[in-house]
């Protein structure tokens, strides 16, 4: 089984940067797609960030705007996110995904799932 960490989060200045880090463990995340979601309070969980478990393949939410880079460290069993240009509408808890690499990338299914992290925008 897999076990997901998500670490990064805290309390930044909008216009601010954060980078988050999904930790996994259990076994190895190589043969795994690997996403990144958020929720707001009073908001559904929705899809920030997607990447293949090769790499090659990444996709973004709209309401990204560029700002936001998904990467993958496979020798750290470990999946970044890094956002920039912070505004407070980012304020959620972020959310860490996992699943086998099989499924086309649109596709918004994952299997394992971390525990959050909180992050917080001020105005």
């Known amino acids: 089984q897999v076990q997901l960490a998500e670490s990064g989060g805290g309390l930044v200045q909008a216009g601010g940067s954060l980078r988050l880090s999904c930790a996994g463990s259990?076994?190895?995340?190589?043969?795994?797609?690997m996403a990144w979601f958020r929720q707001a309070p009073g908001k559904e969980r929705e899809r920030v960030a997607a990447i293949t478990w090769t790499g090659s393949s990444t996709a973004y939410a709209s309401f990204v705007k560029a700002r936001f880079t998904i990467s993958r460290d496979n020798a750290k069993n470990t999946v970044f996110l890094q956002m920039n240009s912070l505004n407070f509408e980012d304020t959620a808890v972020y959310y860490c995904?996992?699943?086998?690499?099989?499924?086309?990338?649109?596709?918004?299914?994952?299997?394992?799932w971390g525990q959050g992290t909180q992050v917080t925008v001020s105005s």
């Open positions: 995904a996992a699943r086998p690499g099989r499924l086309p990338l649109w596709r918004l299914d994952y299997e394992y």
């Open positions: 259990g076994r190895t995340l190589s043969s795994y797609d």
